[in-house]
């Protein structure tokens, strides 16, 4: 196996977990509607744009709003979200990430963020991070949202790399799609019950190296 030039990170729930954010800011959204929001209801979620979680929220009422309105929503749903973020230290990183990035940097690979998020520049800037990567593609520089493929070929693009030279680092079902499509190799962040059309799926980066990854990966 060629040893990938780029190595692109999806953000929530690889290099950080803010899912519990965006959980308390859409269950606050949704109770302020009248509408019955939980745990369970929140799965639908995971990987999913912000316009069609706000779909997905509404039709749990048959509910049906102006577009003025709808985008209201949406805009006060990411307030509280940016709120709640903004609370984010370089202490939230997940275990495993800084000395994983820092070896890659010391062998001079290309790192990438692929993420759907439209505040992925405030949490890179909050974690301190920004400067480790040499692309940022997120939900503002895409039109379409994974499992389209259109974020990581952005990536790969951003960083002069053809596809089959990078590897994906994913946590979501769609993402692990999108990185298939995108015809790159893909390792799962995760459980392999969710994640098992990637290449390969770890529980973390605790004590894994690069080398580490790459040798279960051949």
């Known amino acids: 196996m060629n040893v990938p030039k ?19 800011s859409w ?14 209801h929140n799965e639908a979620l995971k990987g999913v744009s912000r316009s069609k979680s706000l ?9 049906e709003v102006s577009e003025k309105e709808f985008q209201r929503l949406m805009d006060k749903k990411n307030g509280w979200y940016q709120n709640y973020i903004a609370e984010l230290t370089p202490d939230d990183i997940l275990d495993g990430i800084p000395e ?24 890179l800037d909050y974690l301190q991070l920004t400067e480790t990567f040499d692309a940022i593609i997120d939900g ?3 039109k379409n949202t994974k499992p389209d ?7 790969a693009q951003a960083v002069g790399e053809d596809p089959e030279d990078c590897v994906v680092f994913e946590d979501a079902e769609s993402g692990v ?42």
């Open 140 to 142: 503002t520089k895409v």
């Open 177 to 218: 799609e999108a990185a298939n499509r995108a015809n790159m190799l893909c390792v799962g962040v995760g459980s392999e019950e969710i994640l098992g059309d990637a290449d390969l799926v770890i529980d973390s980066f605790v004590d894994m190296s690069p080398e580490d990854l790459l040798e279960k990966l051949s």
């Open 100 to 123: 994983f990035l820092d070896t890659l940097k010391e062998r001079g690979a290309k790192l990438a963020i692929g993420s759907s998020s439209k505040n992925a520049q405030y949490i």
């Open 27 to 40: 269950k606050r959204l949704a109770h302020s509607l009248d509408i019955p929001f939980d745990e369970s």
């Open 149 to 155: 493929p259109e974020v990581f070929l952005k990536g």
């Open 6 to 24: 780029t190595w692109i990170f999806d953000l929530d729930g690889v290099i950080v977990e803010t899912a519990q954010f965006h959980y308390k």
């Open 55 to 63: 779909n997905i929220i509404l039709e749990l009422d048959d509910r």
